[in-house]
């Protein structure tokens, strides 16, 4: 045996190039492709390639790979199958044959456009870019990888070839050593290319594959059915043969105009069936199935097929059970036919469909398109595209590749398909960035993206992904999400993902600086009026709250100025002014001037509750003391409950607050009953929204209602209006929950008024 030498650069085994008899199968080969197409490929196409087959193989660029596979059979075999199935142009042919030669360096790409035309050199681009997909390390399975294999592909003729190119190595791997080579190849054509060839109308290249695609994943299920079936596949054909010549004469005998077509099941088709219903072969009722086509009359349909049914039917017996009749009532994805299982000869199922023209149609290439309704999804252009294709191989006429080639495979130009470096592939709409891609993935890695790594170049978070890349997102602890990233991304995920992340930042900030503002407030022991705060930040010239705490918090507006010109709002509402006779205006514009208590210090319902006497905490014990809840301000009346603080005070809140019930879950054992003792007196803090037209009149009526109660004080007010209606809160103290009652709806009675409700 010869000594096998290892070419250490290109990682392949340097033995004798020809094997066995592959020489002479080559020379039988390269003449019939010639006698095939004598013609079409000149004798000049011929012997260059043939001279630069010689010289890579001489030069050590072509070589068996690393499988023992010989490239140069297996690519003539590429080129007959093509021939025998399609009949391709010769550049198809010349690119099959040519491009793994320029991809190991034996023709340079220029010189090979140069010698063989622009087109072929486009052919063997495409093959070359297709090539790279394999590198991804992508599962084939994926729907994505289909459709980028076409967007790659640049041309349908390289699909084309490439789905002859694997049935050519599908054969090639028979009893292979390597069961993972195999297992790989087998499972890309199963899932993969069979798919393909089925959309485009290569029914026998489709089902080859599929057979030997069982055959090698799993060859003891194929050889017990190849076993069962007891029979070639000549004699199956001569069975179906048999069947339809009866069938045939009958019909014409009948007066129908009719075509039929008969075929015999694949051993991959018999094997579904058999793992779908779960049943063995001999449960199997249509390993033949027969097609009958009528060309008949719009108002003749129903009649005709019924026809043909009952023809077929009085020469060979119908299983009753297994009749499906889908033209007096179609399927809901419209296709309509006429199944009968009859028993032919030798005791043998045959299904027979039939249906009219127009109805085999709408299955073929309409809505119920075989390859729909057989499982495979519909991918919107793509249907109309693959069909197109499949109508001009099937009529098989001159010229049928020069109208291919003037088809885009640019079926998916609104989406971009990329992968990422473990192989996973993703579709986004076309023009996605970096940032995009990384709030798909997920929103964690999309709000510390700082930019990618996209096949092994750095490249910027505002990046427009290309199909075919392959993206590492790169991260940082430290980054967030910023506003001006919403003109980076195009995807809806990515837009809502950024602003979620935006306004959770601005509201942990506005909390912050709201209880900075407060403790500061504390420490100067003024108490922080809401209202008063909210005209305060109108006036200050923020549109909303958040504007306004986000502004202490970036430091551009200072804590002291705040308290400085509140202080001075504060002093500005308890100078006592005559009374204004004004009555038009927006209610925006209403001043309250409410004169300090007579001892000049702060408002009676701003003050802690007064003593013991009010409330009975406990079972009748009196004394302890209490505050009342600022969450709900009770007053005397509500409902009750008492919770006790950690620093043993009563914190008393309404029965109906939110805050209690959710501090009773956590501590039950921290509340305490609270009764009103029934002595009336103290007064109480209230707050009120009221909703109402916009006139600064009405809340001049609203205050004057207030006013009038002897036991009713009004504190603040705040007031927005908006598109001609006013929302008021009013704070006061009060009385009694009767009193507030009794206010509530004399106030509701105001005109102008909407609504009143007690917060």
Not at 437 to 447: E, M, P, Q, W
């Amino acid at each position: 045996m010869e000594e096998k030498k290892v070419n250490i650069e290109r990682g392949e085994t340097q033995e004798p190039f020809f094997r066995g008899n592959e020489a002479r199968e080559v020379i039988a080969m390269s003449r019939e492709l010639v006698d095939l197409h004598r013609g079409i490929i000149t004798a000049d196409d011929v012997h260059d390639v043939h001279v630069i087959m010689r010289r890579a193989v001489e030069g050590g660029y072509l070589r068996r790979d690393r499988y023992g596979i010989n490239p140069v059979h297996r690519h003539l075999d590429t080129a007959l199958t093509l021939a025998r199935s399609i009949a391709p142009d010769r550049d198809m042919l010349l690119a099959t044959l040519l491009y793994n030669l320029c991809k190991k360096g034996a023709v340079e790409y220029d010189a090979l456009r140069r010698r063989f035309g622009n087109d072929v050199a486009h052919l063997v681009h495409g093959l070359l870019a297709v090539g790279d997909l394999y590198k991804k390390q992508a599962a084939v399975q994926d729907e994505n990888f289909h459709k980028l294999l076409i967007t790659f592909a640049e041309d349908i003729r390289v699909i084309l070839i490439m789905i002859a190119d694997r049935l050519a190595l599908m054969r090639r791997i028979n009893h292979h050593p390597d069961e993972e080579l195999v297992r790989n190849i087998s499972t890309e054509a199963r899932y993969l290319y069979a798919p393909l060839a089925h959309r485009l109308g290569l029914y026998q290249v489709k089902g080859d594959l599929e057979d030997m695609s069982l055959k090698y994943l799993n060859r003891k299920v194929y050889s017990q059915i190849a076993e069962k079936l007891s029979e070639t596949k000549v004699a199956r054909d001569k069975y179906v043969k048999d069947f339809i010549q009866p069938v045939h004469d009958a019909l014409v005998a009948a007066g129908l105009k009719f075509e039929i077509k008969g075929r015999t099941k694949s051993i991959n088709s018999i094997w579904n069936k058999m793992t779908k219903q779960q049943v063995d072969l001999d449960g199997i009722y249509d390993l033949f199935a027969i097609r009958i086509i009528l060309d008949s009359a719009p108002e003749r349909e129903k009649a005709d097929c019924w026809m043909a049914y009952s023809v077929v039917t009085d020469i060979y017996t119908a299983n009753t059970r297994r009749l499906r009749d889908w033209i007096t009532i179609p399927k809901s994805n419209g296709y309509e036919s006429l199944h009968i299982t009859v028993n032919g000869p030798d005791n043998k199922w045959v299904e027979v469909q039939i249906r009219t023209r127009r109805m085999d149609d709408v299955a073929e290439r309409g809505l119920a398109a075989h390859w729909k309704y057989k499982g495979i999804k519909s991918e919107g252009d793509l249907d109309v595209w693959m069909n197109n294709v499949r109508e001009i191989l099937e009529t098989g006429s001159e010229g049928q590749m020069q109208l291919i080639r003037s088809m885009s495979t640019n079926v998916y130009e609104k989406e971009v398909f990329v992968f990422t470096p473990k192989g996973d592939l993703f579709k986004l709409p076309s023009g996605a960035t970096v940032l995009d891609f990384a709030f798909h993935i997920h929103s964690s890695l999309g709000c510390r993206c700082m930019g990618a790594r996209i096949d092994g170049k750095n490249q910027k978070i505002n990046y427009r992904l290309r199909s075919g890349d392959t993206v590492e997102i790169l991260t940082g602890a430290t980054q967030v999400p910023r506003a001006d990233w919403l003109n980076i991304v195009v995807t809806s995920k990515a837009r809502n993902k950024i602003r979620q992340a935006i306004n959770e930042a601005a509201s942990r900030k506005v909390n912050i600086a709201r209880e900075l503002l407060q403790r500061r407030f504390r420490n100067r022991k003024i108490n922080l009026d809401e209202a008063t705060l909210a005209r305060l930040i109108k006036r200050m010239g923020y549109k909303t709250n958040t504007d306004f705490f986000l502004a202490i918090d970036a430091g551009t507006l200072d804590v002291n100025t705040v308290i400085e010109q509140y202080d001075a709002q504060v002093q500005r509402q308890n100078e006592p002014v005559e009374p204004t006779t004004r009555q038009s205006g927006s209610a925006e514009d209403f001043v309250l001037h409410t004169p300090a208590s007579p001892d000049g210090g702060t408002p009676a319902a701003d003050a802690p509750a007064a003593s013991g006497d009010v409330l009975v905490i406990g079972t009748g014990v009196k004394g302890i003391n209490y505050k009342l809840s600022k969450c709900c301000n009770p007053i005397y009346g509500d409902k009750v409950i008492g919770f006790i603080a950690s620093d043993g005070a009563v914190k008393v809140h309404r029965a109906d607050c939110a805050n209690v019930r959710h501090l009773a879950e956590r501590y039950p054992y921290r509340i305490i009953r609270c009764d009103w003792s029934g002595k009336i007196g103290t007064q109480f803090a209230a707050t009120l929204r009221v909703v109402g037209r916009d006139d600064i009149g009405i809340v001049a009526s609203i205050t004057s209602v207030i006013n009038k109660n002897s036991d009713t004080m009004l504190h603040g007010i705040s007031i927005q209006s908006k598109d001609g209606s006013f929302e008021g809160v009013l704070t006061i103290s009060i009385g009694s929950l009767a009193s507030l009652d009794t206010l509530i709806k004399k106030i509701q009675g105001v005109k102008g008024v909407k609504h009143v409700d007690r917060l």
